[in-house]
């Protein structure tokens, strides 16, 4: 059986394998619910990148939103990757799994004075502004502590991503960015606001996009931007096309990276850009199919009625694994180990009080109670938008390297989810 995704994640006969690890034997050695990725996978997916832009000055900055465990951090660090922030918690992961500020960039449209000052004491790159007000509140900060905060401007090219609308973020109308119309003026007030220098423009239209087409459509937009803001003087030395490249979770076929990455070069050098500094901020395409989220079958539910469902319920829920009940997002879900009989068609639903609590439905499954399935490409915005709804605690995370698996974070107890409450007094 041929799945779809990373090759890292593949049957070998009837047993499921992430590397040289049979999956079911990780879910025995450290429970269930259980996240666990391919640090190979990872790898691969950034050297995708890497040999796009060799060459060229670049630096690729994960965003650690899509999976911010720190051992996962740590193998991007390692690897030479720069990091895309949108809190003081994600800066203090970084710097926790040894990256360099110098190499961080701080997005988000909604960064508190306090996180400002956090980032400008240990020194980030850049940061990447969204608003006229958050560029005025940036400025007063930085002059009140005697620092220069370096910026570029999140500007929204108003293209469409062609993604779910959640997900989509350079539509006018969306929340993120600066309005292209505004970009010009706000550049020219930046340039004029103590404490910030201008180092770049950014953009960035959305996740999951599985065409060239809007981000060839928003670098041109930029590009016409970038000769419209220089004609006034102003330099902008990087330009940071942010990330949103989609995978394959089922029968998407996005453009790998190097196709994107070489299409956005060719354009760029056809427009006499060549020169500048090129970032980009990939999230899920580095680390979504690189991960598994491995559950058990609790209990089997079948419908007495002819048209019924029939249900196959799981210990993982909405509060491991968000994305279906968020975004109706279809994941793969296949066997641990695969068994002989005729698959049922179940909806595979977890033990939380929600009727949107699914992971998959209509899935033909041969299955029993006490079998392991795993949710395919789970290894971005799966574990980082954990909760802990129904005072659940969330999943251990190991990261596999061939046949070695470190444990990467442990299973949360219930004492731990409640530490910090406090009873009233009697
Ligand atoms: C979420 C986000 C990313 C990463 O998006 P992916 O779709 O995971 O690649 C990059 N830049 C910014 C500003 C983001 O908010």
Same mark, same amino acid.
């Given at each position: 059986?041929?799945?779809?995704?990373?090759?890292?994640?593949?049957?070998?006969?009837?047993?499921?394998?992430?590397?040289?690890?049979?999956?079911?034997?990780?879910?025995?050695?450290?429970?269930?619910?259980?996240?666990?990725?391919?640090?190979? $996978?990872?790898?691969? !997916?950034? &050297?995708? /990148?890497? %040999? =796009?832009?060799?060459?060229?000055?670049?630096? #690729?900055?994960?965003?650690?939103?899509?999976?911010?465990?720190?051992?996962?951090?740590?193998?991007?660090?390692?690897?030479?990757?720069?990091?895309?922030?949108?809190?003081?918690?994600?800066?203090?992961?970084?710097?926790?799994?040894?990256?360099?500020?110098?190499?961080?960039?701080?997005?988000?449209?909604?960064?508190?004075?306090?996180?400002?000052?956090?980032?400008?004491?240990?020194?980030?790159?850049?940061?990447?502004?969204?608003?006229?007000?958050?560029?005025?509140?940036?400025?007063?900060?930085?002059?009140?502590?005697?620092?220069?905060?370096?910026?570029?401007?999140?500007?929204?090219?108003?293209?469409?991503?062609?993604?779910?609308?959640?997900?989509?973020?350079?539509?006018?109308?969306?929340?993120?960015?600066? $309005?292209?119309?505004? !970009?010009? &003026?706000? /550049?020219? %007030? =930046?340039?004029?606001?103590?404490?910030?220098? #201008?180092?770049?423009?950014?953009?960035?239209?959305?996740?999951?996009?599985?065409?060239?087409?809007?981000?060839?459509?928003?670098?041109?937009?930029?590009?016409?931007?970038?000769?419209?803001?220089?004609?006034?003087?102003?330099?902008?030395?990087?330009?940071?096309?942010?990330?949103?490249?989609?995978?394959?979770?089922?029968?998407?076929?996005?453009?790998?990276?190097?196709?994107?990455?070489?299409?956005?070069?060719?354009?760029?050098?056809?427009?006499?850009?060549?020169?500048?500094?090129?970032?980009?901020?990939?999230?899920?395409?580095?680390?979504?199919?690189?991960?598994?989220?491995?559950?058990?079958?609790?209990?089997?539910?079948?419908?007495?009625?002819?048209?019924?469902?029939?249900?196959?319920?799981?210990?993982? $829920?909405?509060?491991?694994?968000?994305?279906?009940?968020?975004?109706?997002?279809?994941?793969?879900?296949?066997?641990?180990?695969?068994?002989?009989?005729?698959?049922?068609?179940?909806?595979?639903?977890?033990?939380?009080?929600?009727?949107?609590?699914?992971?998959?439905?209509?899935?033909?499954?041969?299955?029993?109670?006490?079998?392991?399935?795993?949710?395919?490409?789970?290894?971005?915005?799966?574990?980082?938008?954990?909760?802990?709804?129904?005072?659940?605690?969330?999943?251990?995370?190991?990261?596999?390297?061939?046949?070695?698996?470190?444990?990467?974070?442990?299973?949360?107890?219930?004492?731990?989810?409640?530490?910090?409450?406090?009873?009233?007094?009697?």
């Amino acid at each position: 059986m041929k799945l779809p995704g990373s090759p890292h994640v593949a049957y070998r006969g009837d047993v499921l394998m992430l590397e040289d690890c049979p999956v079911a034997d990780l879910a025995a050695r450290f429970g269930t619910p259980l996240y666990a990725y391919s640090q190979g $996978a990872m790898h691969s !997916a950034l &050297a995708a /990148y890497q %040999r =796009a832009l060799e060459g060229r000055d670049h630096l #690729i900055c994960y965003a650690v939103k899509a999976n911010s465990n720190l051992a996962v951090l740590q193998t991007f660090a390692r690897a030479g990757c720069g990091f895309d922030i949108v809190s003081a918690g994600e800066l203090a992961r970084v710097l926790a799994a040894g990256a360099s500020p110098s190499k961080v960039v701080f997005s988000g449209v909604g960064k508190t004075r306090a996180e400002m000052r956090e980032a400008l004491d240990v020194g980030v790159m850049c940061f990447n502004i969204e608003s006229e007000a958050e560029l005025e509140a940036l400025s007063a900060v930085a002059s009140e502590t005697g620092r220069t905060a370096r910026i570029s401007l999140r500007v929204n090219p108003d293209v469409d991503a062609k993604t779910h609308p959640y997900i989509s973020t350079g539509l006018k109308g969306n929340k993120f960015g600066i $309005a292209h119309e505004r !970009a010009v &003026a706000v /550049y020219a %007030r =930046a340039a004029a606001l103590p404490g910030i220098e #201008i180092v770049g423009i950014d953009c960035h239209i959305g996740s999951q996009i599985t065409e060239i087409d809007p981000y060839l459509d928003a670098l041109d937009r930029m590009l016409d931007l970038v000769e419209a803001i220089e004609a006034t003087g102003v330099t902008l030395h990087h330009l940071d096309l942010g990330g949103g490249l989609g995978i394959t979770y089922t029968d998407e076929q996005p453009p790998s990276a190097g196709e994107l990455i070489g299409a956005l070069l060719q354009r760029i050098d056809v427009r006499g850009h060549g020169h500048r500094k090129l970032m980009f901020e990939p999230g899920r395409s580095l680390v979504g199919n690189a991960g598994v989220l491995v559950t058990e079958v609790l209990y089997l539910k079948p419908s007495d009625d002819a048209d019924g469902k029939h249900f196959c319920i799981v210990d993982a $829920a909405m509060n491991d694994m968000a994305r279906p009940a968020m975004y109706e997002a279809w994941m793969g879900i296949v066997p641990c180990r695969l068994r002989d009989g005729p698959p049922v068609t179940y909806d595979v639903v977890g033990p939380v009080c929600e009727s949107g609590d699914w992971l998959g439905r209509d899935r033909a499954l041969a299955v029993q109670a006490g079998d392991h399935l795993a949710l395919l490409s789970a290894g971005a915005y799966g574990m980082s938008m954990a909760s802990n709804y129904n005072t659940r605690g969330r999943a251990a995370e190991v990261m596999v390297s061939g046949g070695e698996a470190w444990l990467i974070r442990e299973r949360e107890t219930p004492a731990e989810l409640f530490r910090g409450e406090h009873l009233l007094p009697t």
